[in-house]
Each structure stands twice: as structure tokens, then as C-alpha cells.
């Protein structure tokens, strides 16, 4: 296997073969997710989680993947940590190191700020999402969840439709899906597409019927509104009415299409719930599960990084 990244803090940095190794590993993991044999991966390892912004599934994802692993897992309370008393995120960096984590798991609001704790702290790092930045995990888990539906992760046709001006799911994925040689289409309106799209090699369309002609698979992404100043939609009605993925438009998809969701799921908005809840389309649920495997593989890879690094130091 091949991965030679001291953090993950981004899919941006990432060799194909790289992404290869994490999803190898991860396709283990999710086939025996409950196997005591793991418990030795990261046994004597302390996880830290630190999430800036409220996150359910994301952070008991990353909990749950590190117990499995047998490390030592805290859960830092940064929504009544010293950050609100004004400490600077270099200084809470420098407190943590006191602490001497191995593997540091973090959310932020501001794009860059987990490159900047990357730099201050003696452990690994594993981006959970920043700003607008990246969400590399959610890509990872995306990818593994097409590669199990499909049998391949190359070559196919993936709508991402939506809010992506404001998702870093979307800016993750795209760059996933194009390190894999794959086809991709962007759907929303015009006020919900990034400056400069057209610089990262994919399609774009603002009509839903159109962007989805004969895809392989279709992603929808939730409204950020927590992110939105101003209004980039007449209403939630009509939001639904043209891209709100519904019976009608999914027969442009191919047949055998599957329907994705990084969540949490905001129906009757961006998603009709009888295809969320289709057994046969959906594969929603499918992407919570593999989300404990690909982090339970992200930190074995890091884990084993971090080791063979302390031990070079040492002979040093």
C-alpha cells in the first residue's frame, strides 16, 4: 500500500494511488467493522476531536472509528473552550501539544485554519471540514460508497447538484472524481456556482432535466444557509420546484442510477423522501456506514506514518 501523507487535509494533495490505498483499507474495515482484531491498530494512541461547528454525524463518525480502533478518545467542548474567551488558535495549539495527542480531528468554520494547526502540533491532523475549504473524509466516503454500488471508481458520470458554491462536500468530490478519471456535471442555479468553476474541468448546467441526461450517479447537497449572506434563492418552493431531486427528473438519470446525500437531508427542499427512502436508488444510509470505515483507514494510515516518523527521530 502506498500513503505518505503526515496529515489529511485535503484530497487536493493526494495521488491517485493514495486515494486507492484508503479505500482498500477502508473496504476491509466496513466488511468486518466490529472485528476485536482492531483494537490493536491504535491502541496507546490518544484522538483528540475538535469541532468548532456543531456536527452529529461527522463527529460520532470519527468517535465511534477511533474507539473501534482502540485509541484513547477525547471529545474537546470548543463551543465552551477558552477560543470564545479569546485565546488565539495558535495558543490553543500549543496547549494541545502539551497534551501530547497523536491524532488531532478537526472542524472549523475558516478555511485554512486546520492547515494552521497542522503546523503547531506534533501529531497528525485530519481535516473534518473548513469553511468552504475542504471536506476530505466526505469525498473519501463518497468514493467508497460509489465504488461498492458500481464495482468501479473510473470512468463514470456523477451529478453533483445544488448549493455548490457554498459546500466544500462538492469542492472535495469534484476533485476526487477528477483524480479518478471521472465525468462530472454541476446543477444549480447561476447564484449557487462558484467564480471560476469552469477552471476545474467539469460541466455545468442550470437546468436539472439536462445535467442529468444518462449520469451514473447523482448527488445532492443540502442548502448552506448557515453560510449564505443575502438571497441566492426566490424560495424553498421553487428551490424544490426546478432542483429538488424528485421521481420526474431522476428518469434522465441512467436506470440503474444511485442517489447520494452527505446530510443531514433537507426533504421537500433539495430531495423528494420517497427517493431518499427508495431501497433500490438511494444509497444514503450506505454512506453513513462507510464514513466509520474510511476514518477507521485514514487513521490507520496516519497512525502508521506517525510511528515510523517518532522511530526515525529516535535512531537519529
Known sequence: MTFRQKHLLGIEPLHPTEITTILDLADGYADRPTDTRHRDVLAGMTQINMFFENSTRTQASFELAGKRLGADVMNMAMQASSIKKGETLIDTA?????????????????????DLLSQKVNGAVLNAGDGRHEHPTQALLDALTIRRAKGRL?????????????????????????????????????????????????EVFNDMEEGLKDVDVVMMLR????????????????????YGLNAEKLKHAKADAIVM????????????GTIADDINRSVIQT????????????????AQNLRAARKSSVIA
Do not use: W
Not at 175 to 194: A, F, H, Q, S
Not at 287 to 302: I, K, N, S, W
Open 94 to 114: 500549543l496547549t494541545l501539544n502539551a497534551m501530547h495527542p497523536d491524532l488531532l480531528v478537526v472542524r472549523h468554520p475558516h478555511s485554512g485554519a486546520v
Open 154 to 202: 473510473h470512468r463514470l458520470s456523477v451529478a453533483i447538484c445544488g448549493d455548490i458554491a457554498h459546500s466544500r462536500v462538492a469542492r472535495s468530490n469534484i476533485m476526487l472524481l477528477g483524480k479518478m478519471e471521472n465525468r462530472v456535471r454541476l446543477i444549480g442555479p447561476p447564484t449557487l456556482m462558484p467564480a471560476g468553476i469552469s477552471e476545474f474541468g467539469v
Open 223 to 242: 442548502l448552506q444557509k448557515e453560510r449564505m449572506d443575502g438571497g441566492f434563492i426566490p424560495s424553498e418552493r421553487e428551490y424544490f420546484h426546478r
Open 261 to 272: 446525500h452527505p446530510g443531514p437531508m433537507n426533504r421537500g427542499v433539495e430531495i423528494d
Open 287 to 302: 454512506q453513513v456506514e462507510m464514513g466509520v470505515a474510511v476514518r477507521m483507514a485514514a487513521m490507520d494510515l496516519l
